[in-house]
């Protein structure tokens, strides 16, 4: 494990590609949402996202990431928490869960190589996630999008501010998630090439 005095300070900007997807989704026992924070509801239905990311050249970090998340608000602020999320780079693990409480695992990816994207992640108790993605359509530039991650830290809740660009692609896409098996086909799914991922230090949410 990297010593702490050598992690990368944020803000990270993190450079590569990534594919996106989103559900409505039924969850039996869904974990709860930070602190003073409520999971998104549509009826019995949960917003869920996932991303498979690549960092590479570029970034402050290279590695491979696949995180799963759900969408979370506090009044009409709204959020992204992330309860499930793999890594195969020791520093992107130890950076993760010391400056943004995010639960960040080990884990060993596969990837194929372009145009189409199919990948594979196993950690020690078998396999994470899966993802094949089908490009379908033009590829278009994609504005900055920003968001926040809000996590659960030693009994209160801590956000970052994010954001996100890239050249966007929409596809098909088929995953197969270890914590959320039975997802089935996602509502929309994107690849993001030349993606720019930038991440600020998170503070106790106001």
Not at 64 to 82: F, I, K, M, S, W
Not at 161 to 167: D, I
């Amino acid at each position: 494990m990297p010593h702490p005095d050598t992690l990368p300070s944020p803000p990270w900007r993190l450079v590569g590609e990534a594919c996106v997807s989103a559900w409505l989704a039924r969850i039996a026992e869904p974990p709860p949402a930070p602190p003073g924070w409520r999971l998104v509801r549509l009826g019995p239905f949960l917003a869920v996202g996932a991303v498979w990311a690549r960092y590479g050249a570029g970034g402050m970090l290279a590695y491979d990431e696949l995180a799963v998340g759900l969408v979370v608000r506090r009044g009409l602020r709204l959020g992204v928490t992330v309860p499930w999320i793999w890594v195969d780079s020791e520093a992107g693990q130890a950076g993760g869960r010391r400056f943004w409480a995010i639960p960040k695992r080990m884990a060993r990816f596969r990837t194929a190589p372009a145009p189409a994207f199919e990948a594979t992640a196993e950690d020690a108790a078998g396999e994470a996630g899966r993802i094949s993605l089908r490009p379908a359509g033009p590829r278009w530039p994609c504005p900055p999008i920003p968001f926040q991650i809000v996590q659960a830290d030693d009994g209160r809740a801590v956000r970052a501010p994010a954001r996100v660009r890239g050249r966007a692609q929409v596809g098909r896409a088929a995953w197969r998630l270890g914590p959320l098996p039975g997802l089935g086909r996602p509502l929309v799914s994107v690849r993001l090439t030349g993606m720019r991922l930038d991440l600020g230090p998170a503070r106790a949410a106001a």
